[in-house]
Nanobody, 120 residues
Framework: QVQLVESGGGLVQAGGSLTLSCAAS????????MGWYRQAPGKQRELVAV???????NYADSVKGRFTISGDNAKNTVYLQMNSLKPDDTAVYFC??????????????WGQGTQVTVSS
């Protein structure tokens, strides 16, 4: 099994910053993709930012220029630095990891979610 432990959510005023972190542990060969999704009340879960094992990144248009995803491969950890936060960024943020369980099997795992609330 694979566990994802998230931290760093909270309440912040508009224009402020927060950093989320997510650490993966358990039985897997490697992490192929790791990143963040979010779900606001009444809305579908959406991609925020992901980082692949080759170093490439992908961001939602709504966060480009404000959020930065980075990772520590040795610690199987990914970070999301969120700057210039807006009330529209309020959501539960979920960490996701796509891992290689063995040489042919990939699987996807989710964290429990961390609340980010941005007040106006």
């Amino acid at each position: 099994q694979v566990q994802l432990v998230e931290s760093g959510g909270g309440l912040v005023q508009a224009g402020g910053s927060l950093t989320l972190s997510c650490a993966a542990s358990g039985m897997f060969l490697s992490i192929k993709v790791m990143g963040w999704y979010r779900q606001a009340p009444g809305k579908q879960r959406e991609l925020v930012a992901v980082k692949s094992s080759d170093g490439s990144t992908n961001y939602a248009d709504s966060v480009k220029g404000r959020f930065t995803i980075s990772g520590d491969n040795a610690k199987n950890t990914v970070y999301l630095q969120m700057n210039s936060l807006k009330p529209d960024d309020t959501a539960v943020y979920f960490c996701n990891a796509v891992v290689l369980k063995n040489i042919i099997v990939r699987d996807s795992y989710w964290g429990q979610g961390t609340q980010v609330t941005v007040s106006s």
